[in-house]
Structure formats: C-alpha cells, structure tokens
C-alpha cells in the first residue's frame, strides 16, 4: 500500500519532471506510487493501487486539464473518497470540478528539498498521512555535510592569537570556521584578519560568526552588549552569525521562545547574513539547569523560523556525558515531529568522544578550541596536554595532510604552529570518517570502535534508544 499516490499527464515533461522529483523527494518519509512503477496493464495497476493508497497528489499541468487518464484517475479518487492534495507545475487552470482543491504552487520548483511550495506540501501531506519515518539528516547550509565540526578561534586560552590561528586555518584549508565576534570589535581586531577571513571564504571555507558572549563572560566584561555585537560585525566578511543570546531566559518557556525569536530580528538587522538562535536553559537554584521544556522551545522556535541551525551550549545539557546525551535524544525526538529536519549545533564541543556520542544522540553540529588548546591522539582520539606533543609529533610526521607534514621541519613554525596542524589533521579527519558514518548509518560502529567494547556497553546499558 502506498501512503502517496502521484497523478500527473505524462505529456507534459514538466510535470513528468515533477512527478519523479516528488517520488524521490517523499520516498525517504512515505511509501509513493507513481505510473513509473507499474509493469503490465495500467488499469489493472490504478484500481489495485488506488483504493489502498492513503492520499492523492495531482499534479496541474496543461495537458492534465485535457487528459482523459487523468480525469479518469481524479473521478477513481474522489469515489473512493481520497485526501487530495493537488500541486501547480505550470500557469493553468485545474481540471473542472476540482478548481476548489487548495493548491500547492511549485511554479518555479525543480527538485530543491527546501523550496517554499515543497515545504508547504510536506506539511499538508503530514496532516492527512502521517509519515513512517523522520525527515533524512539535512544540512542548512549550501557546502557543509552533518555532522559538521566546526574549528573555532578565540583570544581566551588559546595557544594561537585570534589572527595567528584564523591563519593557520586558511593555510591547512580549513572549511569550517567559527571567530568570535569578541575579537572582531575594532578597536581589538588585528589589521589582518579581515584579509586572511577573505581568503578562506575564497577558498570555500564556512565562516561562522560567534555572539562573543562566551569571551565576554569569561572575562567579567559587563561592557560587552547587542550594540557591541553589531559594531563587531561591520566589514566582517562571513557567511552566518549566531544571535546574540539571551543568556538569563524567562523561566516562561513562552516567554522565552518570544526573547529568543526577538533577539534573532534585533541582529537580523546587524548582517544580511542568516542568523541562527542560541537557546539557553534556565537555571535553577541548585546550580542546575531546567531542562523540563527545552525541546519543547526548541521545536517551537524550529517551526517559526526554519534556521540552518539552533544552538544550545552542550555544558547546559546535563551533569555529564550520558545525561548530556539524554538531552540531545529529547530535542531531537521533539524537532522529528516537524516536517522538515532541523540541525542542532552545540556550542563548546570539540572533544572527539563526546562529539561522536553526542551526534549518535541526534546532534549535528559542533564546535570547540580543542584544536589550538591541547594535543588530539590520532590512534584513540584522545585529548592531552598540549605540552605532551613531544609524544606525538610522529603522527604528524606521517600525516594525511601535506601541509602537517611539511611543518613539522618547518622552522618558521614554531612549537604551537606544529601543535596546531597536527590537531587539524586530526580533527579533520575525524570530522570526515563521522559524516561517512552518519551517512551510511554506520555511526553505531564508529562508537563504538572509538569507545572501546566495555565503555561502549555501559554507554548502550544507560542510553538504550542511543542508536534505535
């Protein structure tokens, strides 16, 4: 039985077109009948497909207006009383007698998953069948692959100045990039690194703005403001920008969701960038955060603005990994209610294990200063002291990366440089063996190679649905 059945003129290559886009477009979330499945006699086929299919797309063409097959497909419908939602491919009337129908515009469409007219039509679909499955990992973002790592530079305890660190990751071609806009005020920003951020982006790198606040509060400056933010951003080359948080929510999940929502159209005004929100958690008066309603706010914020992410900081997740992971399994199965996928990026997150647990949980996105901080093991994807490099510069001797390799006899490079491109190389690779992992539902495996076989059983022992 199919949850979709698709009618549509096979004289109108437009329509055709369409036809095949929205077969492969639904078939992840429903099951899609369409006349390119039918082998044998075509009647036969329609009237054993029809009375079990759970709704009807028609899809308005010209040629479907004077389509004899296709009238005769809509009357078998409306007699067997099908939810019909029709679909305009191109500037026509629909056929008479279904002229009422509430009609889907896909005038300009051509297969893209996040058009406006597409997205509407999930909806409707959603409403009459529900779908068997979530929406398919999707990333919000044109050139970035989930689960995404992003390489983030700060001027608080960090072995690289913001501008030598920006550097070294145009040099290693790094593609994803996060810099604080703390660093970017003017008065604080290096000459350079307008230039060097210019570069990466020409080399197709992801250049995401942080709000500063995380600089700004681990240095008690109470000067740091929405109004800094904006003036950070002027000439900032960059492609996104996180709004500038709300950093004590109402304890109102309601009036929370409204703080965020405006906080993101205050810096909308700042960027003609997208910005993503960042939800933060309540705290309670243990010390704790309420988490009680924060997938709730998240799906609510999700749904009115359809961001390529929403952010949550992962130590506002829970005391501890597992209970960190619990969280994200929460969010997630909250937004898998939504017709559409929607990413969640954790900010503060750069340590391989938690980043390959967090993202079986249903995380998409990270970010973390582990790069340029501490020393990454490229056999276990542990972290160490950065002094402890001594113990590892083998690995980086034989690096994929050339450019690692070369370094390490460099010696225009000093010890933090070669620290700092062993760790990329690392990270990197990682990053890409965890897309490979989530892309081919593999990321079970990866865990739990990573992990080890006992860490990885107390991890399934505590977190049951972890991989479900």
Request: proline letters at 6%; charged letters at 25%.
């Amino acid at each position: 039985m199919a949850d979709v059945y698709i009618v549509y003129s096979s004289r109108d290559p437009l329509a055709a077109a369409a036809a095949a886009h929205l077969a492969a477009l639904l078939r992840p979330r429903w099951t899609v009948f369409w006349d390119d499945m039918i082998v044998g006699d075509f009647v036969e086929a329609i009237e054993r497909e029809m009375p079990i299919a759970g709704c009807v797309i028609p899809i308005w063409s010209p040629a479907a207006r004077n389509s004899e097959s296709v009238r005769d497909e809509l009357a078998l419908a409306r007699k067997l009383n099908k939810d019909m939602v029709p679909v305009r491919v191109e500037a026509c009337n629909a056929p008479y007698a279904y002229g009422q129908l509430s009609t889907v515009e896909l005038l300009d469409w051509n297969g893209e998953s996040d058009h406006d007219g597409f997205k509407q039509l999930v909806r409707k679909l959603a409403s009459v069948v529900p779908a068997r499955a979530p929406a398919p990992r999707a990333s919000g973002f044109a050139d970035v692959k989930l689960p995404a790592m992003f390489l983030s530079v700060s001027s608080h305890e960090t072995h690289l100045k913001p501008i030598e660190a920006v550097r070294a990751l145009r040099v290693f071609n790094a593609k994803t990039v996060l810099v604080s806009a703390y660093d970017l005020l003017p008065e604080r920003r290096h000459k350079g690194i307008v230039r060097e951020l210019t570069r990466l982006r020409k080399q197709g790198a992801v250049v995401l703005v942080d709000s500063g606040n995380y600089e700004a509060y681990r240095r008690s400056d109470t000067t740091w403001t929405a109004a800094s933010f904006k003036t950070a951003l002027e000439g900032i080359p960059h492609d996104y920008a996180f709004s500038f948080d709300v950093l004590r929510p109402s304890k109102s999940p309601t009036v929370a969701v409204r703080e965020i929502l405006a906080a993101v159209a205050r810096d909308a005004q700042a960027t003609t960038k997208p910005v993503i929100p960042i939800v933060h958690a309540p705290k309670k008066r243990d010390g704790n955060y309420d988490l009680d309603h924060i997938p709730s706010m998240i799906r609510e914020i999700a749904d009115q603005l359809g961001p390529p992410l929403i952010a949550i900081p992962e130590r506002e997740l829970g005391p501890g990994l597992v209970a960190s992971a619990r969280t994200v399994r929460r969010i997630r199965a909250a937004l898998d209610t939504l017709t559409f996928y929607q990413p969640i990026h954790l900010l503060g997150t750069g340590n391989p294990w938690s980043i390959a647990i967090l993202a079986a949980a249903g995380a998409d996105s990270f970010d973390g200063l582990e790069w340029c901080r501490v020393v990454a093991d490229d056999v276990t994807r542990r972290l160490y002291h950065f002094q402890q490099f001594d113990f590892f510069a083998y690995q980086a001797r034989v690096a994929s990366s050339p450019v690692t390799a070369a370094a390490m006899d460099d010696d225009l490079v000093d010890f933090a440089g070669k620290v700092a491109f062993h760790n990329l190389d690392v990270l990197t690779r990682f990053a890409a063996e965890l897309q490979t992992g989530a892309a081919s539902n593999r990321l079970e495996a990866l865990v739990r190679e990573l992990l080890g076989r006992e860490n990885a059983t107390q991890l399934a022992n505590q977190i049951p649905d972890l991989f479900a």
